[in-house]
């Protein structure tokens, strides 16, 4: 059974930074891509960072420049920095992991950015 739990989440002022983690337990027969999605109350889950196999990622418009992802193959796991935060990113963010048939999710963690 695969399993995902994020940490780190937090409120933090404008101009501030977090770091979320997601560890991955379970087996996967093979990753395509990971990295997180973001959900802000009354909008749609939104894409915000994803890797595929070949260590490229495809980020947001919103967040090309402020967030970094990055795996680490020995512990599983798959961090999202997050710098230079606005309000604008105030959301539950969610790490996910996808196999050829499958979409994995974690159960959300709540990032708050105060003004």
């Known amino acids: 059974q695969v399993q995902l739990v994020e940490s780190g989440g937090g409120s933090v002022q404008a101009g501030g930074t977090l770091r979320l983690s997601c560890l991955v337990s379970?087996?996967?027969?093979?990753?395509?891509?990971m990295g997180w999605y973001r959900q802000a109350p009354g909008k749609q889950r939104e894409l915000v960072a994803m890797?595929?196999?070949?260590?490229?990622?495809n980020y947001a418009d919103s967040v090309k420049g402020r967030f970094t992802v990055s795996r680490d193959n020995s512990r599983n796991t798959v961090d999202l920095q997050m710098n230079s935060l606005n309000v604008e990113d105030t959301a539950v963010y969610y790490c996910t992991v996808r196999d050829p048939s499958n979409a994995y999710w974690g159960q959300g963690t709540q990032v708050t950015v105060s003004s």
């Open positions: 379970g087996s996967i027969f093979r990753v395509n891509t």
């Open positions: 890797q595929n196999s070949e260590d490229i990622t």
